[in-house]
């Protein structure tokens, strides 16, 4: 598989771009742990125009992490262009990515992301017209549609092909869906199966496990597969599917399966994950240590809060009010190590 000169290796998981969760960190850790390509937080195409210094800040990317895309979203052709060049000029991105599948109301509901599937002609001029603009390999991110009345991907993934994109990520559910119900892969295998459609075609949606990504390659024929939510405080999650696709079948040939991440390993990749961020804020923004500190400790929270590694540790609701409300790097680390004790004791 191949977007643009980028050669992927075989049955490639990518990392899906997410708000407030796929950092410069978190993107070198999952890339790290066999992620073949990650994506930024999606970024405004106003913000980026008007000089927004958070969203600048968005831009940075670390080598380790590359290849990486970066992902925009907007409603305005001209400013959607002039973003995707600021991009293309201050980040030099391996890909360009056009959101037009973020749900939240924040974005949808301003005709931007997912609103996007309401006003078909004004989504394919986007497109056009930045593809026309950029060097960059682009590729756009969407759903099946607008609402289960309105499944349209098959179409549109014909023409966003025709205006110039090198691959297309879909996510198995409409924009009305939001993120219930269980990802529909049928819509997805049959613009897969379409004989015209020659675009690396990515699959997203609902892959939590290494058995449900062998199955979106097997049975839907998807040159990738990209994982969102299931990755919050998992980085690792690509190196079990990795190994899982790489060995799977295999022991009988003496092609043994690397040995899996300890708690403690996986806890020490979380507390990695704290110190990234803080020293890559302190780089940053400069100024008071304490309050950047702080800020570290928010960018990390998500993933402690989400990590399936404390899930099954008796009596560990006040432990974990303690370590999400912890505001101090030393604390932190303190309670982490108390909590390093009790796995041990439960895993040993």
Avoid at 284 to 289: N, Q, T, V
Wanted: hydrophobic letters at 40%; aromatic letters at 6%.
């Amino acid at each position: 598989m191949k977007i643009g000169s980028i050669q992927f290796p075989e049955k490639p998981l990518f990392l899906a771009p997410m708000e407030d969760v796929t950092d410069i960190g978190f993107r070198v850790l999952c890339k790290r742990y066999g992620a073949a390509m990650v994506y930024s937080e999606f970024v405004s195409a106003e913000a980026l125009v008007r000089s927004v210094k958070s969203t600048i800040s968005k831009l940075t990317i670390a080598d380790e992490e590359r290849p990486v895309g970066i992902q925009i979203y907007g409603r305005d052709v001209p400013q959607m262009v002039e973003a995707a060049q600021i991009v293309e000029a201050e980040a030099h991105p391996d890909v360009i990515d056009l959101n037009f599948g973020c749900p939240v109301k924040k974005v949808a509901g301003k005709g931007a992301g997912a609103g996007m599937l309401q006003n078909i002609p004004l989504l394919l001029d986007i497109t056009r017209e930045v593809v026309k603009a950029v060097h960059t390999p682009v590729t756009v991110k969407t759903r099946l549609g607008w609402n289960s009345e309105q499944l349209i991907i098959t179409q549109l993934a014909e023409q966003l092909q025709d205006c110039g994109i090198q691959a297309l990520t879909i996510h198995g559910r409409t924009r009305s869906q939001m993120y219930t119900g269980e990802a529909d892969w049928t819509l997805i295998g049959e613009v897969k199966s379409n004989p015209r459609i020659h675009i690396p075609i990515i699959g997203n949606g609902d892959i939590t496990t290494p058995e449900q990504a062998r199955l979106a390659f097997e049975r839907y024929g998807v040159d990738a597969v990209m994982i969102g939510r299931a990755t919050f405080g998992r980085p690792w999650i690509f190196k079990e599917i990795r190994d899982y696709l790489d060995h799977d079948g295999r022991e009988a040939e003496g092609d043994a399966m690397p040995p899996a991440l300890t708690v403690s390993e996986k806890l020490d990749i979380l507390i990695e994950q704290l110190h990234i961020n803080i020293s890559r804020i302190n780089a940053m923004k400069g100024g008071d240590e304490r309050e950047n500190e702080y800020r570290g400790i928010l960018h990390t929270r998500r993933h402690l809060a989400a990590s399936p590694i404390f899930k099954g540790i008796p009596d560990f609701r006040q432990t974990r009010i303690a370590m999400l409300r912890a505001e101090r790097v030393d604390e932190l680390l303190q309670i982490l190590e108390e909590i390093r004790n009790r796995l041990t004791d439960i895993y040993k």
